[in-house]
């Protein structure tokens, strides 16, 4: 997948977001592609945001928050 399409599906997860906050699968799959694209504290907070709406997805979540830290901790943040 090109990083243009991470863009564009960022785009339309902000979108639904807009339209519904409350939808926590749309803050994980936008978490997802901030992390493709090196963007690290976006990534977490959206993270934590899905978290915070459905906590029954903590083990996988904290996992991947755990991932993204580790990440943060290792690689220059991207503008």
């Known amino acids: 997948m090109a990083t243009g399409e ?3 599906a960022i785009a339309d997860f902000t979108k639904a977001l807009e339209i519904n906050p409350n ?3 749309a803050y994980e799959n936008r978490g997802l592609a901030f ?3 090196g963007k690290i504290a976006e990534s977490e907070r959206d993270f934590e945001r899905c ?3 459905k906590p029954q997805l903590e083990l996988d979540l904290r996992q991947r ?3 993204v830290k580790q ?3 290792s690689v220059p943040q991207r503008q």
């Open 6 to 8: 991470f863009g564009g």
């Open 23 to 25: 939808r926590a699968e």
């Open 35 to 37: 992390l493709v694209l």
């Open 51 to 53: 978290l915070r709406l």
């Open 65 to 67: 928050i755990e991932l």
């Open 71 to 73: 990440m943060r901790d």
